[in-house]
């Protein structure tokens, strides 16, 4: 029988530079699924924060008019690559649909290289405070890996090498760049709008509040929200420490759980392709309002 920390030892008998996917996906489908989702969601929603983000994704309408289906395609793309790999034609098709929507865009290579980072310091951080047992170096170092091998199918330029190049990639980037725009918090609201349209009525404006309650002093900046009430802070990141102590006392996963078993995930009961996820935008349109500039010298080889 596989007991609690079986599986971190066998993460650490693997090599985090060689065997990076599977380590990947060992952390993130048997140890920690339902903290690394929320911890994406996290990543990105720190994205808005950044002006030249933010006001794009309010121009596009996508997660203003069209949350759930942005939400769900985001996180099926991104979970097709973890489940499949990079060199399988299910992969490398999420890949090539994340591209073909970021050419649609005006988006520069610091920008792109930021979100890439959130996605390998955010869960980090969110273990920290609120995982049943922290990141070990070797998995800290096959997330870069896994992080650097997706941007670069990417096409991102001048990409952090370690996981500590990423972090400090994204506290320079955050700190020269946040800031407030309109469209930006009309994103942020959506979001959150979105987060408490998961629940029952009664309860969004708690979860509201909860979220509200898990952002930092720069995010809160950035938004123009109030700082919740201690006692609101206090009571959320207490049951959050609550629930990783009694995970940590609980048998370990027996199976995989991947971002398309989410209750979150809510568009597709049927089924999806992953080449019909996402959008088809038309330049000069709404849904894509800037068209990219990107020379085919800088776009990646599918």
Known sequence: MVQRYDRLKEIQRLDPERDFLEIYRLTVTYEFPWDITRALELALYRTYAVPSIGRLLDETAELTERSQKRYDDTALLLDTVVEHGFDTEEGRTAVRRINQMHRSYDISNDDMRYVLCTFVVTPKRWLDDYGWRRLSDHELRAFAAYYRTLG????????????????????????????????????????????????????????????????????????????????????????????????????????????????EIKGYPDGYEVAALGTFPTPGVRGCPVPGHRPPSELPVE
């Not at 500590?164 to 725009?181: A, I, N, S, V």
């Not at 509201?208 to 700082?227: I, K, P, V």
């Open 152 to 263: 670069a199918r990417m096409g991102i330029k001048d990409l952090p090498q370690s996981y500590e190049d990423f972090e400090r990639t994204l506290d320079t980037y955050e700190h020269e760049h946040f800031g407030w725009d309109a469209g930006a918090r009309r994103v942020s609201d959506a979001t959150l709008a979105l987060m408490g349209s998961w629940y029952p009525a009664p309860l969004a404006p708690l979860v509201r509040g909860a979220s509200l309650a898990l952002l930092d002093d720069s995010l809160l900046r950035a938004f123009r929200y109030e700082r919740p009430g201690a006692v609101a802070g206090g009571l959320t990141r207490g049951a959050l420490r609550l629930r990783a102590r009694a995970v940590r006392l609980l048998p370990p996963r027996r199976t995989p759980h991947y971002a398309r078993q989410n209750p």
